[in-house]
């Protein structure tokens, strides 16, 4: 049992980078240049619960956007 215990754990940790490197990716694509990407990642976290007000739910396209446009308008210095 310990051994699938931690492959699901190794599963998870490679999951964790992708989804990491996606949200560069996505940063990237809206606006944010390389030289700050590792500062968008950390602004937006922190901003999921500034838009959301901690709420529960799903994380869908629409709401990453809407927290990119939240970016754009509180954080313009991450897009330059």
């Known amino acids: 049992m310990s051994e699938k215990i931690e492959e699901l754990k ?15 990716a996505v940063l990237y694509y809206a606006g944010v240049p390389e030289k700050n990407l590792e500062k968008g ?3 937006y976290i922190e901003a999921l619960d500034e838009v959301f007000d901690e709420e529960d739910g799903g ?6 956007v809407e927290v990119i446009e939240y970016l754009k308008k509180h954080r313009p210095e991450l897009f330059a």
């Open 10 to 24: 190794a599963e998870i940790e490679d999951l964790t980078i992708h989804l990491a490197d996606m949200l560069e």
């Open 41 to 43: 990642v950390k602004a």
């Open 59 to 64: 994380m869908g396209y629409r709401e990453m």
